[in-house]
Nanobody
Framework: QVQLVESGGGLVQVGGSLRLSCAASTRTFNDYHMGWFRQAPGEEREFVAAIGRKGITTFYSDSAKGRFTVSRDNAKNTVYLQMNSLKPEDTAVYYC????????????????WGQGTQVTVSS
């Protein structure tokens, strides 16, 4: 069982930055590929970014490319999402996910999900 706890969300102005963190409670964090999804009100859940076990391989949605950076610290059992140049359309609840298979992370068919953290970008 893996518990994921997100933090770092909040209210930010257009063009601002936020860094989300996700702490995982597991002794085998290194075994899991990690990722981030988001869901805006009335919208479907959307893939944002994923990162491989060693933190070398990363994947991004088109909307995240060039503005967001996913990273992980395996010594701290934590994955991060650095979000820059934020736009109103980035407003959503952001979820941290984990799975043993990277394709499951990319497809959103992850075994473990966090409870989410709200990000609101005001204009």
């Amino acid at each position: 069982q893996v518990q994921l706890v997100e933090s770092g969300g909040g209210l930010v102005q257009v063009g601002g930055s936020l860094r989300l963190s996700c702490a995982a409670s597991t002794r085998t964090f290194n075994d899991y590929h990690m990722g981030w999804f988001r869901q805006a009100p009335g919208e479907e859940r959307e893939f944002v970014a994923a990162i491989g076990r060693k933190g070398i391989t990363t994947f991004y949605s088109d909307s995240a490319k060039g503005r967001f950076t996913v990273s992980r610290d395996n010594a701290k059992n934590t994955v991060y999402l650095q979000m820059n140049s934020l736009k109103p359309e980035d407003t959503a609840v952001y979820y941290c996910v984990a799975d043993l298979y990277i394709y499951q992370v990319q497809k959103g068919q992850c075994r473990y999900w966090g409870q989410g953290t709200q990000v609101t970008v005001s204009s």
